[in-house]
């Protein structure tokens, strides 16, 4: 007897904080309930048989009605009901995310001499979201990346990058993001508001942040997908260096194009991999 439904993202996700109302032809309450940590509502109170409107509202998203019809055992299937984002913006299921940095790159890439590129990463970084509850707006971002450990593959070529002349990695040995805000640029896709501090300097940097989606993964763990971009000019943090080549031509471009390909696992520690 009762009433039973499932309460998902469209992505396939449950909404934990889901609340179901069940109303009669009269407009008359005759059920509530709130979903458990899976999405999933049970309740046990028996209906008259008949017809019966349901409507399952979440703090974030849209509500959503349905018509049920209860049959002489007392009991309505209602089955999955699936909710969409208020503006149709998807996210991660709300709660803290840990940057997995084993299976995650920050990457740049600079011109060189005008007619190729130069590409770098960073190996050494830690970071974690916290997607809100409520107003997914208000979700944050923090990131600090080791300035030492940049990679472009040649010794030498890292080693001056390392230096003054532009990372400085001796007076500032982190790179650091945090997040100031959250903005909806599409259905999966946000623009996040920060500050970025390289070099002693602190710079408000915007990345345009695609969600590619969630799965599960091997370790019994919940993981989510993002790709965001941006782009800074290094006389913005400070890093003047350059050398002109012939023609005129700088060695090293003045704009840099950043990266980062990003897995983060549901909770705030990481499983063995």
Do not use: C
């Not at 107003?135 to 390392?162: F, P, Q, W």
């Not at 500032?172 to 970025?196: C, F, K, M, N, Q």
């Amino acid at each position: 007897m009762g009433l039973s439904a499932r309460i998902r993202t469209r992505d396939g996700w449950a909404v934990s904080h889901a609340v179901v109302t069940v109303t009669d032809m009269t407009g008359t309450q005759v059920l509530r309930a709130e979903a458990d940590a899976e999405g999933a509502v049970r309740d046990g109170t028996p209906l008259e048989p008949g017809p019966y409107t349901v409507i399952v509202t979440a703090v974030g998203y849209a509500p959503a009605a349905s018509s049920a019809i209860v049959t002489a055992s007392g009991r309505a299937e209602v089955g999955t009901v699936t909710l969409a984002r208020i503006g149709g913006a998807e996210l991660p299921p709300p709660g803290p995310w840990t940057v997995d940095p084993a299976h995650s790159g920050v990457s740049a890439v600079a011109q060189h001499l005008g007619i190729s590129s130069v590409h770098g990463r960073f190996t050494d970084f830690t970071a974690a979201i916290e997607v809100a509850p409520d107003d997914v707006t208000k979700s944050r971002v923090e990131a600090v990346i080791r300035a030492a450990s940049i990679d472009t593959g040649n010794a030498m070529r890292d080693e001056h990058l390392r230096s003054a002349d532009f990372l400085d990695v001796e007076r500032y040995p982190e790179i650091t993001y945090r997040s100031t805000g959250l903005d909806v640029a599409g259905t999966d896709r946000w623009t996040v508001r920060g500050e970025l501090a390289m070099r002693g300097v602190v710079r408000p940097v915007d990345l345009d942040l695609a969600y590619l989606g969630t799965g599960a993964d091997p370790w019994g763990g919940t993981r989510a997908a993002f790709r965001a971009t941006t782009q800074l000019r290094r006389e913005d943090f400070a890093m003047n260096y350059n050398q002109v080549v012939q023609a005129g031509i700088a060695a090293i471009g003045t704009t840099l194009k950043v990266e980062l390909d990003v897995q983060a696992v549901q909770g705030e520690s990481l499983p063995q991999a």
